[in-house]
Nanobody, 127 residues
Framework: QVQLVESGGGLVQAGGSLRLSCVAS????????MGWFRQAPGKERELVAA????????YYADAVKGRSTISRDTAKNTMYLQLNKLKPEDTAVYYC????????????????????WGQGTQVTVSA
């Protein structure tokens, strides 16, 4: 069992930046592929970014590509999402998710691919 806890959300003006963190506890985090999802009111949960357990492979949704960075620090059992040039449409609850992966370079794109979820952290971007 893996427990995930997000932090770092908040209220920020458009154009600002935030760094979200996801701390994992429980089993060996190093073998888990991870992802960040978000869900805005009235919308479906969507993938923002994903990272393989080795960190060698990453994926970004078009909506955040070029202004976000996903990373992980295995020694700290922590994953990060740096969000820059924030827009009002980035407003959502952001969730981290994880799953055991046998392949060091695999990333996963669908919420159904993940077994563990955090409780979410709210990001609100004002115009």
């Amino acid at each position: 069992q893996v427990q995930l806890v997000e932090s770092g959300g908040g209220l920020v003006q458009a154009g600002g930046s935030l760094r979200l963190s996801c701390v994992a506890s429980g089993r060996n985090f190093s073998n888990y592929a991870m992802g960040w999802f978000r869900q805005a009111p009235g919308k479906e949960r969507e993938l923002v970014a994903a990272i393989s357990w080795s960190g060698a492979s990453t994926y970004y949704a078009d909506a955040v590509k070029g202004r976000s960075t996903i990373s992980r620090d295995t020694a700290k059992n922590t994953m990060y999402l740096q969000l820059n040039k924030l827009k009002p449409e980035d407003t959502a609850v952001y969730y981290c998710a994880g799953r055991l992966s046998l392949w060091e370079s695999s990333t996963y794109y669908h919420s159904r691919d993940y077994d563990y979820w955090g409780q979410g952290t709210q990001v609100t971007v004002s115009a």
